[in-house]
């Protein structure tokens, strides 16, 4: 099953860009990746998501490497409302199967 | 507005008790999944549908029924609760194999 690594904490200044990291190693040429976050004990809230060609929404904008092995999440003027768990997740799936694997996220911190 | 609901969102009972905890989305989606959440383990997939009458275990069912009779419903069925199955319930939905999924609130279960 692809897996993702992060770190498990950030701290970014107020009005900076977060640059959040995220390895996936053993992602396979169909499957996604999804960012999602989480404030305190909410429901996770869905960022953004590609396949291989960066994306950019209201949100944040993807960067994923050429080879896919990593990607990385940008919020270009982080606010104190970002402070969340920041989650990075592969689909790992078929057609015949929707099994999906959260890990423990990065925890961001946004400081005033 | 969009949304999946889950009920209760609270809930403190008493070992050996059966308990339901219903979810409903409006979106028409397809695949439908439950997840508890406990601390230092993150999301862990419980259980998925694929479509109405189609169920699979995800990485932590035990202990857990699921159903699928309509599309727009997947309650989560503890026949005989535990107070290992204290957690923090979520449940999710989505379109289609690779697009987002969209969660509910949570339901905060504990078991005496």
Same mark, same amino acid.
């Given at each position: ?18 640059? @959040? %990291? ?9 499957? =996604? ?7 305190? +004990? ?32 940008? @919020? %270009? ?9 920041? =989650? ?7 057609? +015949? ?16 | ?33 439950w ?11 419980i259980y ?10 995800g990485?932590v069912p035990?202990?857990y ?48």
């Amino acid at each position: 099953d692809a897996k993702t690594t992060q770190p498990p904490s950030m701290d970014c200044a107020e009005g900076r860009a977060a640059n @959040l %990291p995220c390895n996936h190693s053993t992602i396979s040429g169909n499957e =996604y990746v999804y960012w999602y976050r989480q404030i305190h +004990s909410q429901g996770p809230q869905y960022i953004i998501h590609g396949l291989k060609n960066n994306e950019t929404n209201e949100m944040a904008s993807l960067i994923i490497t050429e080879d896919r092995k990593s990607s990385t999440l940008i @919020l %270009p003027h982080a606010t104190l409302r970002d402070t969340a768990v920041y =989650y990075c997740i592969v689909r790992v799936g078929g057609t +015949s199967y929707d099994k999906v694997i959260f890990g423990p996220g990065t925890s961001l911190s946004v400081i005033p | 507005e969009a949304q999946v609901t889950q009920n209760p969102r609270y809930l403190i009972t008493v070992t050996g008790k059966k308990l339901t905890v219903t979810c409903s989305q409006n979106m028409n989606h397809e695949y439908m999944s439950w997840y508890r959440q406990d601390p230092g383990l993150g999301l862990r997939q419980i259980y998925y549908s694929m479509n109405v009458e189609v169920t699979d275990k995800g990485d932590v069912p035990e202990g857990y029924k699921v159903s699928r009779k309509e599309k727009r419903n997947f309650p989560l069925i503890l026949e005989s609760p535990s107070p290992n199955q204290t957690s923090l319930y979520f449940c999710a939905s989505r379109p289609r194999s690779n697009q987002p999924q969209h969660f509910g609130d949570g339901t905060r279960l504990s078991i005496l």
